[in-house]
């Protein structure tokens, strides 16, 4: 069987390439122990880059990928068989701020925490890559390996991306998975098409004329046209765009001002806008364009609209679902399946979907009775028991895609 056709393959043997023992649960729990008390922030990942070399280099059948980043690390997995390539991604970046959840392995980083739970997606493919190493004899195929930068700032994939990954190691499908609060350990979510949303960080500048507070005749007041714009532009998702669309607009922050004898020249904005449907998303960005110049001409300003930065949605391949939905089985039994509609926050995974189909999964991870925290609150946790699950159906995504001989 080849290429995700499952409907020969025995349930001893995925069963078996997927079994997690005692051992290896505490070991995903001890990673991931060591990882959240040591947490560190975007392209700062030195310790946590060093601490999953150590570990991936224990296996047997890796090759290192050197991309000559200081942080982030990616290992080729050798199968014994030849065959395709199938890439698991798990992100290794930390958060500013406080964690107030007590555990006993809280950060010991002040000010730094993983509020998102990172640390569980590194643990989870640390296990994974250790059940595949155990069996990758009986792989038709390699399996690459990525522990990415940088996925709070969403530009860790993409600079992997351009620093070669695909050229280096050309992969044939990609998986990878982000915890979810809102779901209790031991279910996993598989969806369709659209998961999480796309996203146009935006600049704004507004050009005025400064002069003294109290001859607002002869100046132009860029923080009044500020003021124009921002109730300008939310009006766009409201009245520009199909309302059964789903699309968040924000003007995130205004700089600009000095003490109160005094009209300044410039005022700067930023913002964000996520979608998940494209042609909504391209729909208001054409608005937002006119919203804004248009505006300011209203008030005699010049300005400029600059995009500083734009993430594609995760949108999972149809050509993979039945091959996730079979692992997401095979990991936690069908009655542990869950749908979901898309979300509109956003992840840079979807930067390795332009080279190669793939598919991102949710990751149940609470207590069932435990409080619901969501990413990047400060009393965000995690239960290690996801872990279990978390590597299991990576694990399983490679042999259902690779397939057994």
Not at 172 to 189: C, K, Q, W, Y
Not at 320 to 345: H, K, P, Q, W
């Amino acid at each position: 069987m080849k290429d995700g056709n499952n409907t020969e393959i025995e349930e001893e043997y995925i069963l078996r390439y997927i079994d997690v023992s005692e051992e290896l649960r505490m070991e995903m729990v001890g990673i991931r122990h060591d990882l959240h008390k040591n947490p560190e922030v975007s392209w700062q990942e030195y310790e946590t880059t060093s601490y999953l070399h150590r570990y991936i280099s224990q296996l047997d059948g890796i090759e290192w990928v050197d991309f000559g980043l200081e942080t982030g690390c990616v290992a080729l997995l050798k199968g014994g068989h030849a065959g395709k390539t199938v890439a698991l991604r798990a992100d290794i970046d930390a958060l500013h701020g406080e964690e107030t959840y007590c555990s006993d392995c809280m950060s010991c980083v002040p000010h730094v925490a993983h509020l998102c739970g990172h640390d569980m997606h590194m643990a989870s493919l640390c296990g994974a890559a250790r059940m595949l190493s155990v069996h990758r004899s009986d792989l038709h195929g390699d399996v690459l390996l990525i522990f990415q930068p940088a996925e709070e700032t969403t530009n860790g994939a993409q600079c992997l991306i351009d620093r070669g990954l695909y050229e280096k190691v050309p992969f044939d499908a990609v998986f990878g998975l982000h915890n979810r609060p809102e779901s209790e350990t031991g279910r996993i979510i598989v969806k369709q098409g659209g998961l999480m949303a796309a996203k146009i960080n935006f600049k704004i500048s507004i050009y005025g004329v400064g002069g003294h507070g109290s001859m607002p005749h002869k100046c132009v007041d860029p923080i009044v046209c500020a003021a124009g714009i921002v109730q300008n532009v939310l009006t766009i998702p409201s009245r520009n765009v199909d309302p059964m669309e789903s699309i968040v607009l924000s003007i995130c922050s205004i700089h600009g001002g000095t003490p109160d004898n005094l009209i300044v020249d410039e005022v700067e904005m930023t913002g964000s806008m996520r979608y998940l449907d494209r042609a909504t998303g391209e729909r208001a960005l054409e608005r937002l364009r006119t919203v804004v110049s248009s505006t300011a001409e209203t008030f005699e300003c010049r300005c400029s609209f600059e995009i500083v930065d734009r993430i594609d949605a995760v949108d999972n391949s149809a050509s993979l679902y039945e091959i996730a939905r079979s692992a997401a089985v095979d990991a936690v039994g069908v009655d542990n399946i869950e749908s979901t509609r898309g979300c509109l926050a956003t992840e840079d995974f979807s930067a390795y979907m332009k080279c190669a189909p793939g598919f991102f999964y949710w990751l149940g991870n609470r207590k069932r009775g435990d409080d619901v925290y969501s990413w990047h609150h400060t009393k965000f946790h995690a239960d290690d028991e996801a872990l279990v699950y978390g590597a299991r159906v990576l694990a399983a995504s490679v042999w259902r895609f690779l397939g057994f001989a």
